[in-house]
């Protein structure tokens, strides 16, 4: 499966970005996230519907990572946040839906 990371239009690459920000035990289970994600391994991860056509997976100490698949040969990492409550944060699910549609777009497709 190939992996792509969010990135903004001057190449910022916002998943890694996260990870790299976290606590060295918490960035090494988001690594080993990606790691997994690369091959193949989306079954070993503990993955959750969220809306429509976008997922979310848990990681160490409440953090995730919001994607969408398409045709099982491509993941795209839309957003990648600690989880604070019980429900996915305003800002954050605002980032995700604009994400989500801003890729639809490019891609023609439709995921929210």
């Not at 996260?18 to 960035?27: F, R, T, V």
């Not at 980032?95 to 639809?104: F, M, N, Y």
Request: charged content about 35%; proline content about 1%; hydrophobic content about 35%.
């Amino acid at each position: 499966m190939e992996v792509h990371n969010y990135t903004t239009t001057g190449g910022k690459d916002l998943i890694q970005e996260y990870i790299d920000k976290l606590p060295a035990n918490e960035a090494a289970d988001g690594a080993s996230v990606l790691k997994s994600l690369e091959d193949d391994k989306l079954d070993e991860l503990r993955v959750e519907h969220w809306q429509g056509k976008i997922y979310e997976i848990y990681f160490y100490r409440h953090n995730r990572i919001f994607y969408v698949t398409i045709e099982d040969t491509d993941i795209y990492l839309l957003h990648a946040c600690k989880k604070q409550k019980n429900k996915t944060e305003k800002k954050d699910a605002r980032i995700v839906i604009s994400r989500a549609k801003e890729l639809g777009n490019e891609l023609s497709k439709k995921f929210i």
